[in-house]
């Protein structure tokens, strides 16, 4: 006779209880942010200034009427630095706000290193930007020894359309050896000339004579040793028409010849 094996009881599961706390804090947590989002108590009250001309006053005063009262988080940066971003001279605005309805724009302005000729109020920065700027004029000594920048006429075309064409960050490099290097060299109450040629060249027009550069490879030891020459010859573009420094360990000048009108070739 077989005895039938008595069936397993099993044990109930016990439920697990959920632990509703994180996820309500979290709910409340998001309904704060989006409350204080629109809130009011966050609304701009002040906007402070930092690097802005006293000549942007009306329109700042403009764009700060358009967003006080406006809660801090609703407002967008970008449109806020718009306006002044689309002005070639600011080279950068960054607009910040709290919760504490305080808002802070910050501007930075294009340093001129090279003036562009034939262009009025425009001006070369140290990056290679062209932009305008009519109130660097208003102070000629932040002028006064800036090189001016010429183009040969087969590319002298519309300056905005250049930047592509002409590497102007070389030319702000050659601007910036120049300043530095041979302002004090330059007997002429006009500036240094740095003209661009449509060969791709560079040559400096100075002193009534011109040094020729050739390419923009080497342009420290080619300033250099400009200056070595006008130190040891000061009267190196009155005896000379010109001097070739495409190679500046061999430079070559062309001398003046009063008698007859004719140059003469030359090593140095």
Not at 167 to 176: E, G, H, I, M, P
Not at 190 to 214: K, Q, Y
């Amino acid at each position: 006779m077989v005895k039938r094996s008595s069936p397993v009881r099993r044990r109930p599961r016990s439920r697990r209880k959920i632990n509703w706390t994180p996820a309500l804090a979290l709910i409340l947590s998001l309904n704060i942010i989006i409350a204080g989002f629109r809130s009011g108590v966050t609304a701009i009250r002040s906007v402070n200034l930092d690097g802005v001309r006293k000549s942007e006053r009306l329109r700042l005063e403009r764009m700060s009427d358009s967003i006080k009262g406006k809660p801090a988080l609703t407002i967008d940066p970008r449109l806020v630095e718009a306006p002044f971003m689309n002005e070639s001279r600011v080279k950068s605005a960054d607009f910040r706000r709290n919760i504490f309805g305080i808002g802070r724009l910050i501007l930075r302005y294009r340093i001129p290193v090279a003036t562009i000729a034939g262009a009025k109020d425009t001006y070369l920065d140290p990056e290679g930007v062209i932009f305008m700027d009519p109130e660097v004029a208003v102070d000629p000594a932040a002028t006064k020894t800036l090189p001016s920048i010429a183009l040969d006429a087969q590319i002298r075309v519309s300056v905005m359309t250049l930047a592509g064409v002409i590497n102007y960050r070389s030319v702000a490099d050659l601007a910036k050896l120049v300043q530095s290097e041979l302002t004090s060299m330059n007997k002429s109450e006009v500036p240094v000339e740095i003209e661009v040629l449509g060969t791709g060249g560079v040559c400096l027009n100075m002193n009534n004579g011109t040094a020729i550069l050739g390419t923009f490879r080497q342009l420290s030891e080619k300033v250099q040793r400009l200056k070595q020459s006008f130190q040891e010859h000061p009267d190196l573009f009155e005896v000379n028409s010109s001097v070739n420094l495409m190679v500046p360990e061999n430079p070559q000048v062309i001398a003046r010849n009063k008698e007859n009108g004719q140059s003469v070739r030359k090593d140095q």
